[in-house]
């Protein structure tokens, strides 16, 4: 397989490099990129982790003016990826116009060989993309020995050798498979200890990506199109909980009307979309507890008016202060 990554308006290439279908070499090669980017349109800092049949890739920039991120890969592989912040969007040729990626869309692709432009746009957010590459084989083998796997719809098609086109299968972003990729990114286990984190990483990343498909096929399903967008809409706030849009703004973001918003999204997720922004803040509260950031902190990150405003809401939900967790 193959891997060729660059910015065209900086004339930098990010990733140029070659791996074998399987994770069979022994001791396994695992290497690390950073590459800074400073650039009147674009600067930043891209990252990627790679052994073989494996890379994960990071693109964290900040965008001044249009530019171009040529991805080229092959062949036959799985792809994951996902934007978290900031704009971009892919030229369709066979439409003639531009279609913007979606904001903490999780999806899944199963391709051969692709040569795609992503157009980078400026935005007052920065630029933040993750992608995951993996060879088919390595996939099938990762996997073989799971049964749950025989049932998923996603292998089914990677083991028959049928593609799977981007927006054919995708979940909103969340905490859990937001933090088993932090996780594989900063690995840092040597040789073949290394080799094993990564693997049963994934396995995890992919049951979970299947246990919440499954929940979404067993929900009261509702019309395809209101069904993606109000996917979109709870996507949409993965991404923007510390700063969350009005009830009114997600609507008019995924143009679906309010109505059908709250309702909908109340029929799917079992919640309402007040209380998942609450959760998706306390969850991130939590983590940043444990981690030792100071309560201001915190709430500063997370939105909150103040320190006292943000303690009260944790209570609330915990039934303890934020000090009293941490004990």
């Known amino acids: 397989m193959f891997i060729l990554s660059k910015l065209k308006e900086a004339d930098q290439t990010l990733l140029d490099i070659k791996f074998t279908d399987n994770s069979c070499a022994y001791p396994p090669r695992f290497e690390k990129r950073n590459v800074i980017i ?16 494996f890379c994960i890739t990071k693109n964290q920039f900040n965008i001044q003016q249009k530019c171009s991120n040529i991805v080229s890969a092959g062949s036959d592989y799985i792809q994951i990826s996902m934007q978290v912040s900031g704009k971009s969007a892919i030229y369709k040729k066979a439409k003639n116009h531009h279609k913007e990626i979606p904001l903490g869309m999780f999806q899944l692709a199963y391709r051969n060989e692709v040569n795609t432009n992503v157009d980078l746009l400026y935005s007052k957010e920065p630029f933040r993309y993750i992608r995951v590459f993996i060879t088919r084989n390595f996939f099938l083998n990762l996997l073989s020995n799971e049964p749950w796997a025989k049932q998923d719809s996603f292998y089914k098609s990677v083991q028959n050798h049928q593609y799977v086109r981007f927006g054919n299968d995708v979940l909103p972003l969340n905490n859990v498979l937001s933090e088993i990729l932090d996780e594989i990114m900063n690995n840092d286990y040597p040789a ?17 990506i299947h246990v919440q498909k499954t929940k979404m096929n067993n929900s009261h399903m509702l019309p395809s199109d209101e069904m993606n967008k109000i996917q979109m809409a709870k996507a949409y706030l993965g991404t923007t909980y510390h700063n969350p849009p009005t009830i009114k703004q997600l609507s008019r973001k995924v143009s679906l009307n309010e109505f059908k918003l709250k309702k909908g999204f109340k029929q799917v997720y079992n919640t309402t979309i007040r209380a998942y922004i609450t959760e998706l803040r306390m969850q991130r509260a939590r983590k940043m507890i444990y981690e030792s950031y100071a309560i201001s902190e915190i709430a500063m990150s997370l939105g909150y008016k103040s320190a006292s405003y943000f303690i009260s809401a944790y209570k609330k939900i915990y039934g303890e202060t934020p000090k009293q967790s941490k004990h």
Do not use: M, N, R
């Open 38 to 53: 400073q650039h009147p349109a674009v600067e930043g800092e891209f990252f990627a982790y790679y052994t073989d049949g």
């Open 192 to 208: 073949h200890f290394g080799q094993y984190f990564i693997q049963s990483k994934l396995k995890e990343l992919f049951l979970t």
